[in-house]
């Protein structure tokens, strides 16, 4: 079995609850950026051994948070001897806003995994857009490069929406799907 780590930042809660929604999908290892933008021992170990890297961050100020960068930066180690090649990327991201500039974040997750020299898996998935289309259906944002939540600005991770905590599930699962795929 392919072995899948998603790798997060969240500073209130509901990436992480949104992160953990993807793990369960793609049956992957959680690996929690700290407050501190560190992660904990083993952690680099863990991402070099993975076939698929999951990466997730909340939107802030329109990019991740600045612990997701401080552990992109401190990817660089891996990245000069491009010890990430070929190995799969996906990323996810949440915030307060429907759009929120949600994208930008995605894309720099996308250039990070590029930097890295390694292979994007979108989310595979039509958009919820239609007249009948409810706000839990699955992909209702409707993103192609990611899978992004939104939580409500006063709304707490434990309410965040059932369908994009389904879409994060479905994410991980084609990330895996992808991953055994390749591995054949
Ligand atoms: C410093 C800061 C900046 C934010 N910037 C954005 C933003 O650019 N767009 C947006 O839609 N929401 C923004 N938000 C709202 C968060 O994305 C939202 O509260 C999200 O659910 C937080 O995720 P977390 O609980 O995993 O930290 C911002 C929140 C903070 C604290």
């Known amino acids: 079995m392919a072995k899948i780590v998603v790798v997060f930042h969240s500073g209130y809660g509901h990436t992480q609850r949104l992160a953990q ?4 999908g793609a049956g992957a290892q959680l690996v929690a950026i700290d407050a501190d933008g560190n992660v904990p021992e083993g952690a680099w170990e863990t991402l070099a051994g993975a076939d698929a890297i999951i990466l997730g961050s909340p939107t802030y100020m329109a990019g991740p948070s600045w612990q997701f960068k401080k552990f992109a930066d401190a990817s660089s180690k891996a990245w000069f001897t491009q ?4 190995k799969l990327f996906a990323g996810f991201t949440n ?14 997750l ?17 958009p919820a857009n239609s007249k009948a289309a ?3 259906d699955v992909n209702w ?8 939540a939104q939580s409500p600005s006063d709304a707490s991770a434990a309410e965040m929406f059932a369908g994009d905590l389904e879409t994060g599930r479905q994410f991980g699962q084609r990330v895996a799907a992808v991953a055994q795929r390749i591995a054949g």
């Open 110 to 126: 996308f250039h990070l995994a590029m930097q890295h020299s390694g292979v994007w898996v979108g989310t595979g998935m039509m």
């Open 95 to 108: 915030s307060a806003s429907t759009n929120g500039d949600k994208q930008v974040t995605l894309d720099y």
């Open 141 to 148: 944002i409707g993103s192609f490069s990611g899978a992004m």
């Open 134 to 136: 409810q706000r839990n």
């Open 83 to 86: 010890a990430w090649k070929d």
């Open 21 to 24: 929604a993807v793990a369960d």
